[in-house]
């Protein structure tokens, strides 16, 4: 999943991290249980879906800022090793 944020400048250091954090919160957040199946049908739920399936044993985020747009994305990924 992708989280996109409007910031002044380049973060750094501390303030990247707490970038992150808010990043990875955004999925922790989410409080809908998914069906007895395990089958989710609701695509706001994908990233914790993915992220609680059996075979996820391997979690990493990375960023980009844009310059221009004044723009930060943090992208994390779930995913067997």
Excluded: Q
Excluded at 1 to 20: F, H, M, N, Q
Excluded at 21 to 33: F, K
Aim: proline content about 5%; glycine content about 4%.
């Amino acid at each position: 999943y992708i989280s996109r944020y409007k910031v002044p400048s380049e973060p750094t250091g501390t303030t990247l991290a707490d970038w992150y954090g808010l990043a990875v919160d955004e999925w922790s957040e989410i409080t809908t249980p998914l069906e007895s199946d395990a089958i989710y049908r609701d695509k706001s739920i994908e990233p914790f879906a993915n992220m609680i399936y059996y075979k996820t044993l391997a979690f990493g985020c990375m960023h980009r800022f844009c310059a221009e747009t004044k723009s930060l994305a943090i992208a994390c990924a779930f995913g067997a090793v």
